[in-house]
């Protein structure tokens, strides 16, 4: 839409306000409102004015002023506020200049494809993340200087297959593991998630697929269709926010954080790519598992920097309790057709060209998802431009390898720490084209030390009472 057609748009649906919509470093949406009086086609020219020394990661407070610039083509009207409001995304400017912002991820993630048309390599690029999550009924948690805890519960949990409701517990609880998928009424959750995906599809997201993941405890799933990087990241903001309100117009709260749970499945964000150029697919060919040599190579770029990606597409300290043997998230730095044990795997997606893709494994959905779906593309491209050889495929079950076989397949870090430290060390390809700047790498790992690791390592756990309290 052009702002003359957004207006008219916004108009005809009565709308009375304008909420105005940007993503920070963590890869939140941050918002605010005007009416839809004060909107104008000037402002998405002029933009409007915010304090960037507020947000997470960006402006000191001697240089706070920001201006945010709305994009017309991603007009919605948000169905979840009160009063009719119409919803827009923002990129985030310098106000003198109007020169994207260094640290805007949406930015970021326009500079990444803006660079790959200019290697001649391709004009498209594909993402399809699938991006799980848990939907809970109850949840508590507390730090202070003298105490720390965090409980969280389910209706469907297994633990509460002994609880007493009130002469209503019914029993139908999925077992650890075994989430994946059985019909009501075990699956309790299929209402909501459906409910979930009509609201998507109001919005204009196609959705594909829902279902119950494999963790108890209302782990589920809905697969949307995919879409060009920016659009696509859009959309997963989309999806996060209707996710999380649909679930709290019921009642209950949804979290895409990676573990919440000890003992069953994590929640990973599998994602799904392509390159395309003059509408024609770049990753088929006569290779292995028919992929081209593009293909092979842009794996072998991904699965190279996967050490220094883990530290943007597994971000937090969290992320690494999913990465561990034995819950189904892939470990293991290797490729392999049709299999979910290899970081990289190749879909069986049939014998059209249009359909062949790969899907890499390991990022999940605390990822923000401008700076994952951007840093994996510039892997991949480092991989094509210098014919990154993936090694040869593993085609057996990475799960079940021997210890003395395993040690010689790369595993992904085992800590954020352990991530940071090779982003730190492997980050020229993600300085190609200025598309993420030297201050935002130095920013990004900053910010995760100074807010997360450093944070996290200095407070007890109750773990650790449990393991050396009577020491």
Known sequence: MTPTEVIKFAKERGAKMVDLKFVDLPGMWQHFTIPMSELSEGTFEEGLSIDGSSIRGWRSIHESDMTVLPDPKSAKIDPFMEAPTLSLICDVVTPDTHEPYDRDPRQIAKKAVAFLKSTGIADTAFFGPEAEFFIFDDVRYEQTAYGGFYHVDSDEATWNTGRDEGGRNLGY???????????????????????????????????????????????GEINIRFDTLVEVADKMMWFKYIVKNVARRHGKTATFMPKPIFGDNGSGMHCH????????????????????????????????????????????????KRLVPGFEAP???????????????????????????????????????????????????DGIVNKINPGDPLDKDIYGLAPEEA?????????????????????SFLLKGDVFSQDFLNTWVAYKYDRELIPMQQRPSPYEFYLYFDM
């Open 273 to 320: 790519m392509s390159l395309w150029k003059n509408n024609e697919p770049l990753f088929a060919g006569d290779k292995y598992a028919g992929l081209s040599q593009n293909a092979l190579h842009y794996i072998g770029g991904v699965l190279k920097h996967a050490p220094a990606l883990c530290a943007i597409t597994n971000p937090t300290t969290n992320s690494y």
């Open 331 to 381: 470990v293991k730095l290797a490729y392999s057709y049709r299999n979910r044990s290899a970081a990289m795997r190749i879909p069986n997606t049939g014998p059209s060209p249009k359909a062949k893709r790969i899907e890499f494994r390991t990022p999940d959905p605390s990822a923000n998802v401008y700076l994952a779906f951007a840093a994996m593309l510039m892997a991949g491209i």
């Open 407 to 427: 040690q010689k397949v790369p595993s992904v870090p085992a800590t954020l720490d352990e991530a940071l430290a090779n982003l730190k060390n492997d980050s």
């Open 173 to 219: 609880k999925p077992r650890h593991k075994e989430g994946y998928f059985p019909a009501l009424p075990i699956d309790s959750l299929h209402d909501l998630r459906t409910e979930i995906c009509l609201e998507l599809e109001k919005c204009g997201i196609n959705v594909e697929r829902q279902h119950h993941e494999v963790a108890t405890a209302g782990q």
